[in-house]
């Protein structure tokens, strides 16, 4: 069974600039999140998508946006790129919302804002 | 979502148990115990979890005491591939996010 899987592996965009970074959950997964790890910071969850609608996010500005397709892959948009942004962002889907349900991570894309 | 305290790093030698504890004192009802471990650079990685009973799987034993106050991660033994950041958490459903404190750093040595 393949895993999450997360385009592109790694991501070079210039300040003010948008970065779209993409994630396919694991087949018959319908929920996906989205993570973020700035360097020498642990994970800082982003964003729930589940059947289409987005229902949760965590405390980041609006300039950080996505949306999940009726495949349930995934699109995170970042705009008005800032130095801080550069972080890897994982992804990640689970079968399901409710307890029990844990989360699979995919690889992650590292992106770098110069 | 509860609060979790883990030591920030340990050793263990390989081919011995590692026994990685958590506090999570302030654990409601509802919450489930959930551990995962990333290793440099890659996405963290589901391990395993529990609500009450002691659980295991063929990565790891998650023992859970009875006031469900703290549990321990076992992993029964150690290999140099087990060198990981091993985060515990615990959530219920609301909202589905996962929340990360520090983790511990697990050091397997030769």
């Known amino acids: 069974e393949a895993g999450v899987t997360q385009s592109p592996t790694h991501l070079i965009k210039t300040r003010g600039q948008q970065a779209t970074l993409r994630c396919s959950p694991i087949?018959?997964?319908?929920?996906v999140y989205w993570y973020q790890q700035a360097l020498g910071l642990g994970l800082q969850f982003l964003l729930w998508y589940d059947e289409g609608e987005e229902r949760n996010r965590g405390n980041f500005p609006p300039r950080f946006s996505g949306r999940q397709f009726p495949n349930y892959s995934s699109e995170l948009n970042v705009n008005a790129l800032e130095l801080e942004d550069s972080a890897l962002y994982l992804c990640a889907s689970s079968l399901a919302t409710g307890r029990g349900y844990e989360q699979y991570f995919g690889p992650g894309t590292r992106l770098t804002v110069t | 979502d509860a609060k979790t305290t883990q030591p920030p790093s340990m050793d263990c030698a390989e081919g011995r148990a590692a026994n990685l504890p958590c506090n999570h004192s302030t654990i409601s009802g509802n919450e489930y115990v959930y551990w995962y471990r990333q290793i440099h650079s890659q996405g963290p990685q589901y391990i395993i979890h529990g609500l009450k009973n002691n659980e295991t799987n063929e990565m790891a034993s998650l023992i859970i005491t009875e006031d469900r106050k703290s549990s321990t991660l076992i992993l029964p033994h150690a290999t140099l591939r087990d060198t990981a950041v091993y985060y515990c958490?615990?959530?219920?459903?609301?909202?589905?996010?996962?929340?990360f404190g520090g983790g511990t750093r697990l050091m397997v040595k030769p």
């Open positions: 087949s018959g997964h319908t929920s």
């Open positions: 958490i615990v959530r219920v459903d609301a909202g589905n996010m996962l929340t």
